[in-house]
């Protein structure tokens, strides 16, 4: 069994920052790809960054230019810095992580979800 860990959010001004962090454990032999999903009352989940072992990025068009995510591979743990951020980047932020297990299955992790909200 894997887990993964988020903490980071809270309230924050709009034009304000955040980090947030999302630790993986338990069961793992690799991560390939860990990322960053947020989902807003009313609306589906979206893809925000994602970030692969090799450092390989790429991020969501509403968040280019503000939001960076890096990972730390020898932590398992992947980070999300938050800048400049608007009230439409409210939402619940989910942590990923696709995980090849130490029986050698590909899983898909999820986070509990952290809440982000940017106050006008």
């Known amino acids: 069994q894997v887990q993964l860990v988020e903490s980071g959010g809270g309230l924050v001004q709009a034009g304000g920052s955040l980090r947030l962090s999302c630790a993986a454990s338990?069961?793992?032999?690799?991560?390939?790809?860990m990322g960053w999903y947020r989902q807003a009352p009313g609306k589906q989940r979206e893809l925000v960054a994602v970030?692969?072992?090799?450092?390989?990025?790429d991020y969501a068009d509403s968040v280019k230019g503000r939001f960076t995510i890096s990972r730390d591979n020898a932590k398992n743990t992947v980070y999300l810095q938050m800048n400049s951020l608007k009230p439409e980047d409210t939402a619940v932020y989910y942590c990923?992580?696709?995980?090849?297990?130490?029986?050698?299955?590909?899983?898909?992790?999820w986070g509990q979800g952290t809440q982000v909200t940017v106050s006008s």
């Open positions: 990923y992580a696709h995980v090849t297990t130490m029986l050698r299955m590909p899983i898909d992790y």
């Open positions: 338990g069961s793992i032999f690799s991560i390939n790809a």
């Open positions: 970030i692969t072992s090799g450092g390989s990025t």
